[in-house]
RNA sequence: GGCGUUAUGGUGUAACUGGUUAACACGUCGCCCUCUCAAGGCGAAGAGUCCGGGUUCGAGCCCCGGUAACGCUACCA
């Protein structure tokens, strides 16, 4: 009853301010936080939902943090937390609390936190708001794909909802692994038929619980899913509002039923809008770079693109200028803060497109002094370490140090275009050229950026492609360099990187697409 | 298929509690400047606000009904 009044309080405020403002239950000082998960590069969608808590957070003398939802041992990737911690500072968009520099709450990463979902999953299943759940993967999938067929949702049959203590008894003492779910209700005495939340952002929602699935809460590994994890941590770690993509707004109902299965309080909910490609699906690799890495290594400054991301779904007054001769839409990390308002965010999903984006970095290159943009150059570009890493596959190679640039250039250009003479092999159509270099490309996504992986993936793609190794590299080659000669190609990949190399493939499959499309 | 969300030029946004020819920025095109390319300056084209009804003197803003796009629909997040 109090979260209603709360939340009809929170309505009328909402009507009325159209400002900064705190909600009903401001006492709590407020606490926001990101939890990205180490699956690979830290992605564009990390650095504008955190740039978002950020601002909230110091809008409101809050306390903003970043928590490693590492929960999926499959899907982990040992370098990626480490890349998570370096783009975000790169970004600018520091933390208060994190593994890194601790704090109050810990710990931050959720693998350090298996006991305590283990004991909160124990108390769900005491007061009978989850279950465990006996049916093994197979079975499951079963399942799902005869409720597909059948061209019913596909939905968790709820057969171990009713399993009887003896039965749940006699699988345990013989050891079958389990799950927890959660049990929507009704059940119990709990016979409620939906969950109605309040997004800040959009009014209420609701969802009847026909359409809402067990979720699994825990899973046979003894490992928590986000769903429980999110809950439990967002509750321990005093999160006030939780500023996420719009992607979360179907699992939020399970959720809330969690807080209320724990008897805890709800934080506030924000779900912002999916940053989107040129055709509106939601922002991934294939169409975009999407990989902060990518971003840091092509030479866009952080200012410009913190100054893009708060473009997307507006937020900052039409009119405002830094200065009054200041050009328009051109703002600080520090503007924003000063003057963003959460509740002007426009919801639709706004594209990231990449040419607005360099135009805002070419206005904030151009406002360096000229040795600030010298030593921009040489800090990126031409950075010693890049130097140094060149220079080793150059040494023997060259006969005066002015022939440095005539194999190295692909290496300081943005756009390579190699003819159709280099990249098309004697024997080949241009055709099934383009078809073998997509899967080099779809191979390149999925490979370690070692040299043995590399050389082993693209091995393996050549035999079961029918392609000699000469015809393989020198199509990658021509691709990364523009030339049919270059300095060794994994090596010089190595040092170019893999986010700026996949880039590259991807554009000039999309180039040679669209040539082939004028035709 | 089910559920949810969204909908203003190619893209990002604006338009006070419904009120003049829907505004700004990027991009595009043209002109000026200029050894080139940018930058800069000037100018132009481009949407009648997803569609159909309704309310109103008047609707991008309100109501009803559609449509489309996107998201979710995992022992991924």
Same mark, same amino acid.
């Given at each position: ?13 909402? #009507?009325?301010?159209?400002? &900064? ?7 709590? %000082?407020?606490?926001? @936080?990101? $939890?990205?998960? *180490? ?123 009713? #399993?009887?203590?003896?039965? &749940? ?7 079958? %692994?389990?799950?927890? @779910?959660? $049990?929507?209700? *009704? ?123 708060? #473009? ?208």
């Amino acid at each position: 009853m109090s979260a209603e009044i709360a939340s009809l309080s929170f309505t009328l405020l909402a #009507l009325n301010f159209n400002h &900064i403002m705190t909600s009903a239950n401001s006492e709590a %000082p407020i606490r926001v @936080r990101i $939890a990205p998960s *180490p699956t690979g590069d830290p992605h564009v969608g990390t650095a504008y939902i955190g740039l978002l808590n950020y601002i909230y957070a110091r809008q409101r003398g809050g306390k903003f943090i970043l928590r490693i939802e590492d929960t999926d041992r499959t899907r982990f990737v040992s370098t990626s937390e480490q890349m998570i911690f370096d783009s975000l500072r790169w970004a600018g968009l520091t933390w208060d609390e994190g593994p890194d520099v601790g704090g109050p709450l810990g710990p931050y990463r959720q693998s350090e936190r298996t006991a305590i979902y283990r004991e909160h999953a124990e108390i769900l299943l005491k007061n009978g708001t989850a279950y465990r759940c006996f049916c093994t993967p197979e079975e499951l999938e079963a399942t799902r794909k005869q409720q597909l067929a059948a061209k019913l949702p596909p939905r968790y049959p709820g057969t171990c909802r009713r #399993l009887t203590p003896e039965q &749940i008894a006699g699988n345990e003492a013989a050891k079958k %692994p389990y799950t927890i @779910r959660l $049990a929507v209700p *009704p059940h119990g005495n709990d016979l409620t038929a939906s969950t109605t939340f309040r997004d800040e952002l959009r009014g209420n929602i609701t969802f009847e619980h026909g359409n809402v699935d067990d979720q699994v809460l825990m899973k046979s590994d003894g490992f928590p899913t986000y769903h429980l994890a999110n809950v439990v941590d967002d509750h321990l770690m005093q999160i006030t509002d939780v500023i996420r993509a719009e992607e979360w707004i179907s699992s939020t109902p399970k959720h809330v039923l969690l807080y209320k299965a724990f008897d805890w309080q709800t934080p506030r909910f924000w779900h912002m809008p999916l940053l989107r490609n040129l055709d509106k699906s939601k922002i991934s690799k294939r169409k975009n770079p999407v990989s902060l890495i990518y971003y840091r290594d092509s030479g866009y400054l952080p200012s410009a693109i913190l100054n893009f991301l708060g #473009l997307m779904g507006g937020g900052m007054p039409a009119d405002f200028k830094s200065t009054p001769d200041s050009i328009a839409e051109k703002f600080t990390l520090d503007e924003m803060v000063q003057h963003f308002v959460f509740t002007d965010i426009r919801v639709g999903g706004p594209v990231f497109d990449l040419t607005k984006l360099k135009w805002l970095n070419g206005e904030y290159l151009r406002a360096l002094s000229p040795e600030d943009f010298f030593l921009a150059v040489r800090n990126s570009v031409f950075s010693d370490d890049y130097l140094r890493r060149i220079s080793a596959l150059m040494q023997t190679r060259i006969e005066t140090l002015t022939q440095f640039g005539d194999l190295t250039g692909f290496f300081f250009s943005d756009n390579v275009i190699p003819p159709a003479e280099v990249w098309i092999p004697k024997k080949r159509t241009p055709e099934d050229t383009l078809t073998f270099a997509t899967d080099q490309l779809a191979v390149l996504e999925t490979t370690d950026w070692t040299h043995d992986a590399l050389e082993a993936a693209l091995k393996k793609l050549g035999e079961e492609k029918q392609w000699s190794v000469k015809e393989n590299f020198m199509l990658l080659r021509a691709i990364i360099t523009g030339s049919t000669m270059s300095p060794p190609l994994l090596e010089s990949m190595i040092v170019f990187g893999k986010a700026r190399s996949l880039d590259r493939a991807r554009r000039f499959l999309e180039a040679q697409k669209k040539a082939a499309a004028k035709k």
